[in-house]
Antibody, heavy 121, light 112 residues
Framework: QVQLVQSGAEVRKPGASVKVSCKAS????????ISWVRQAPGQGLEWMGW????????KFAQKVQGRVTMMTDTSTSTVNMELRSLRSDDTAVYYC??????????????WGQGTLVTVSS | QSVLTQPPSVSGAPGQRVTISCTGS?????????VHWYQHLPGTAPKLLIY???NRPSGVPDRFSGSKSGTSASLAITGLQAEDEADYYC????????????FGTGTKVTVL
């Protein structure tokens, strides 16, 4: 079945970087893009960015632009998301999600299980 | 700050019907971009509930239905069940600035 499996929880100090991985299985990896969505404690869902697994094109939300990198590894069907210059308000559960291949009409399904990133001194 | 506004909470007794609104603008829902809905239970991954405004993925009960009109969309849950208690989010695309996917503010559904 289609599945996204993410890496485990991370704890970082303010100013550090964190990398979260998302490994896909059960479908042709390069046929669908991957988005990253996060949820801070007590807050709603926030879209962070998208990567094309076909050619590596990316698009990021303005809030994280300049601090986030997304890369795709077709040999392992894995997408990596790196967030730099971490702040306390980056503490959140980070999800990867497969898009539907519909560009601006995309929905997200399925989702990874989530990775808790805690930023604390 | 989300550009799609939802009521913070709605509640209903088992068996009742509840609706959740998702209000956008001319740069997202009003620009004819599709609206999708997700159910999110604490500690789990969000689950796609409705895609393309009104379509249910296989396995989603027909108690859930979606609609869209103008700059707004709605999710209806009929025959409310205890297992429906969760957070619900709408999602669309916004073409303002450089364009991005956007989520609603989220609605907590409580089964009384």
């Amino acid at each position: 079945q289609v599945q996204l499996v993410q890496s485990g929880a991370e704890v970082r100090k303010p100013g550090a970087s964190v990398k979260v991985s998302c490994k896909a299985s059960g479908y042709t990896f390069t046929s669908y893009g991957i988005s990253w969505v996060r949820q801070a404690p007590g807050q709603g869902l926030e879209w962070m960015g998208w990567i094309s697994t076909y050619n590596g094109d990316t698009k990021f939300a303005q809030k994280v632009q300049g601090r986030v990198t997304m890369m795709t590894d077709t040999s392992t069907s894995t997408v990596n998301m790196e967030l730099r210059s971490l702040r306390s308000d980056d503490t959140a559960v980070y999800y990867c999600a497969r898009d539907s291949g519909r560009l601006r009409y995309n929905w997200f399904d399925p989702w990874g299980q989530g990775t808790l990133v805690t930023v604390s001194s | 700050q989300s550009v799609l506004t939802q009521p913070p909470s709605v509640s209903g007794a088992p068996g009742q019907r509840v609706t959740i609104s998702c209000t956008g603008s001319s740069s997202n829902i009003g620009a004819s971009y599709d609206v999708h809905w997700y159910q999110h239970l604490p500690g789990t991954a969000p689950k796609l509930l409705i895609y393309g405004n009104s379509n249910r993925p296989s396995g989603v009960p027909d108690r859930f239905s979606g609609s869209k009109s103008g700059t707004s969309a709605s999710l209806a849950i009929t025959g409310l069940q205890a297992e429906d208690e969760a957070d619900y989010y709408c999602q669309s695309y916004d073409s303002s600035l450089s364009g991005s996917y956007v989520f609603g503010t989220g609605t907590k559904v409580t089964v009384l």
